[in-house]
Structures are given as C-alpha cells and as structure tokens.
C-alpha cells in the first residue's frame, strides 16, 4: 500500500503509530479494527511532502519533469483517502436552560423611549 523497498523508512513501530489514528468499530462496538486506506494516505502524503521542492527543469537536451513525482504521490494519497472508511459525528442537542427563555425578551422592533 505504500511501495516501500524495505523498513529503513517506515519500520514496524512507525506503521502502527499511523494506524492507531484510525481505529474502527467491529460488530460489538469495540474499538479492535483499523483503517488501512487512511492510514496509507497520510503515509502516502508526508512521501509527496518530501518531494514538494522538486522543479521541472531542461539541461543538455533533456526535459526533467521532476515535480511528477509530487504529483503522482498525492494522486495515491487522494486514491486511498476515498477508499476510506466513512464516519459520523453524533451531535446530541441540549436544550438551553429554562431561565434562559425569558432573560433578555426580544426588542428588536420596539420603539426606543423618550427622554
């Protein structure tokens, strides 16, 4: 998922780290699986970040097209990031105390008084 050649750059330890920012939800509730996609586009994202100086240059002939490197990282980062798993925030409204209500009456229209 992240096209590494070996573990110099991201060892054992490093790919749990990114995993742990992604846990999911089995089918009891309990907090046991992990989202792989996003955790390989963040991983795919700090490898595009390494890259974010890289220019397009032309010497000797040559046309050297290095920000492609950039480019093609993010297109996998987006590629795993929208296989993701999907998620929900529960909002729980709570309703405003009931002093709150009759506090400050709404004026909004009232004619101001006269001296």
Sequence with gaps: MIAEPSQDTYDD??????????????????????????AAADIWEEKAAAYAADFDFAADGGDYKRSQVQTNMLQMARSFRGRRKTSALVLVATPPPDAALGAYPWIGNLAEESD
């Design 13 to 38: 330890a490093t790919l749990e780290a990114y995993l742990a920012r992604y846990p999911l939800p089995d089918a009891t509730g309990e907090l046991t699986l992990v989202d792989f996609n996003a």
